[in-house]
């Protein structure tokens, strides 16, 4: 069987939000109230269920402050949710700073109410459930083993481990969105849902509007890690070529959005974007209509530059129609 279950071992009905109204969800699951968010409400649901495939993990949800459970609201999914709302937590004491902007936003009238859905990562499993599995299967096996190998050492590994981003997404799509669906105030169609990351999530993003185009309508990709690994190579920019040219089609996929930076990391992604550009025009897309890609000069590859543009991707994907 496919489908994917939560074994849950808390029993409540629901949790309190800071303005007092109540977050009903389903039975059995306990969200608990994180402190140290700006703006809104962060809920997690803690290690009470166990994930096939994956290690363990929270799952945070983000309530804006207008978030009163009658006003359905669209999705925003992201990953590295460890990364997104609190600096005092992250390894490099930056944060996206996805409550403030995305309440912003959302009381400024310049987007939909939206939720965010932080979506963690598995530590040193990261780039492994992270590396799209079909561009990663078009490899050559002695290439892609020393790739692997040499990302497991970067991560502090003497092993390394199977690629699992089809079963990431499949944590996604079978086991997250229905919960979410059926707990919080919500559209759940595709239009009214995005996926977005940087780096390793945004080719992740990538993939998942490229597996799953009939749930995922926006995909953000920003500061997109062509290269795959920490070494400069022609093979998988040219396998994640491929899956575009035959996955990201505006026929099959809504709305997509590319970015990148010229410093640090980022400084070496625009030869590979071009190319990708390229690709997305001779497949049909239109520049500045269902899709868009963005050079930021300046930028570098860090949470802080990315939260000075955070708001460009996010009114790309839920700005208001007038």
């Not at 963690?120 to 078009?138: A, I, L, W």
């Not at 995922?216 to 920019?237: Q, R, V, Y």
Request: with cysteine; proline share 5%; aromatic share 14%.
């Amino acid at each position: 069987m496919r489908g994917l279950f939560f074994s849950i071992v808390m029993a409540f009905a629901g949790v309190s939000c800071s303005n007092n109204e109540v977050v009903r969800t389903e039975a059995n699951i306990h969200w608990d109230t994180i402190s140290g968010v700006s703006a809104g409400t962060l809920l997690r649901f803690d290690n009470a269920h166990a994930i096939p495939w994956l290690s363990a993990r929270p799952l945070d949800v983000w309530l804006p402050s207008s978030y009163n459970g009658k006003r359905k609201h669209a999705v925003l999914y992201m990953y590295d949710a460890q990364m997104l709302f609190n600096s005092k937590f992250t390894w490099n004491h930056q944060e996206w700073r996805v409550d403030e902007i995305l309440d912003s936003l959302i009381t400024s009238k310049a987007i939909l109410p939206t939720i965010a859905v932080g979506l963690h990562n598995g530590g040193m499993m990261r780039n492994f459930e992270y590396f799209p599995q079909k561009p990663f299967n078009t490899l050559k096996s002695r290439f892609s083993d020393s790739t692997m190998a040499d990302i497991a050492k970067r991560y502090g590994s003497d092993s390394t481990f199977p690629i699992r981003s089809d079963q990431y997404l499949q944590y996604i799509v079978e086991g997250v969105k229905p919960l979410v669906d059926s707990t919080f105030a919500v559209y759940t169609d595709k239009g009214a849902t995005a996926v977005a990351g940087s780096s390793m999530g945004g080719l992740m993003s990538m993939y998942a509007i490229g597996e799953y185009p009939y749930v995922f309508g926006t995909a953000l990709c920003m500061s997109t890690h062509w290269p795959g690994g920490f070494s400069s190579n022609e093979e998988i920019p040219n396998a994640f070529q491929a899956y575009v040219a035959e996955y990201i089609r505006p026929e099959r996929v809504g709305k997509i959005y590319f970015d990148y930076g010229t410093e640090t990391l980022d400084g070496m992604y625009e030869p590979f974007q071009n190319v990708v550009n390229q690709v997305l025009l001779d497949n049909g897309f239109v520049s500045e209509g269902n899709w868009i890609t963005q050079k930021f000069p300046g930028a570098s590859h860090d949470e802080k530059s990315w939260a000075k543009r955070l708001h460009v991707p996010l009114t790309f994907a839920f700005a208001k129609q007038h």
